[in-house]
């Protein structure tokens, strides 16, 4: 997994900013709906929405990592239990989408690293 910043010992591993399917009441999420977590509203990463990648064609553009890009609203998953599930999920967004770890601003309590699936 490529980083944009953080890594392991971060806290990164149990969280998951989501921008398009995933999120609570989307096409996809189902996919999150087995693994018991919470929800942060109000989080931001910077980059460039992009019609690509596999969710594009169904109306969820690809997202481009930039840390000089504009802000694109987030939601967080978080969860403990998201490092038994990483393989499982990485495997549905497929080749389209790699994921990675990015500041996420706007959250309680400062910018924190969270996992994204980017287009790439």
């Not at 900013?17 to 977590?37: F, I, T």
């Not at 939601?75 to 549905?92: E, G, M, T």
């Amino acid at each position: 997994m490529a980083q944009g910043s953080g890594g392991p010992g971060d806290g990164s591993e149990t969280r998951l900013a989501v921008y398009g399917s995933l999120a609570p009441g989307e096409a996809n999420a189902w996919v999150l709906e087995p693994v018991d977590g919470e929800w942060l509203e109000g989080g931001r990463v910077r980059g460039r929405l992009h019609d690509r990648g596999w969710g594009a064609g169904k109306g969820y553009p690809g997202l481009e990592w930039d840390p000089g890009g504009e802000p694109v609203a987030v939601k967080v998953f978080v969860s403990p239990d998201l490092p038994d599930h990483w393989a499982r999920i990485d495997a549905f967004e497929g080749e389209d989408y790699r994921r990675i770890v990015v500041p996420v601003e706007g959250l309680p309590g400062g910018g924190r690293p969270c996992n994204i699936y980017v287009v790439g």
